[in-house]
């Protein structure tokens, strides 16, 4: 069973900066792709950023010039860099592999924004 497990969550002023860790169990070049979610209280779980196995990385708009995702094999983990936090990026994040069929969570980290 692959086990993820996120750190690096707390509590940061507005405008400052965090960053993830996510590191799993298992080599994380089994993984088709590895990616960070997030889930705010009342709303739906939403895709943050992924990395695939190629390396090739995608973001949600609002994110993109703000996070940055990246891995290290080494470490059998991923990253991911906040800066320019704001208000609304306060959630629970969460850290997702997937090996198709399967996908595999996390246990999520708060981050939570003061303004």
């Known amino acids: 069973q692959v086990q993820l497990v996120e750190s690096g969550g707390g509590l940061v002023e507005f405008g400052g900066s965090l960053r993830l860790s996510c590191v799993a169990s298992?080599?994380?070049?089994?993984?088709?792709?590895m990616a960070w979610y997030r889930q705010a209280p009342g709303q739906e779980r939403e895709l943050v950023a992924r990395i695939n196995l190629a390396g090739i990385t995608n973001y949600a708009a609002s994110m993109e010039d703000r996070f940055t995702i990246f891995r290290d094999g080494a470490k059998k983990a991923v990253y991911l860099q906040m800066n320019s936090l704001k208000s609304e990026d306060t959630a629970v994040y969460y850290c997702?592999?997937?090996?198709?069929?399967?996908?595999?969570w996390g246990q999520g980290t708060q981050v939570t924004v003061s303004s």
């Open positions: 298992e080599n994380i070049f089994m993984f088709n792709s």
């Open positions: 997702n592999a997937n090996v198709l069929p399967k996908q595999y």
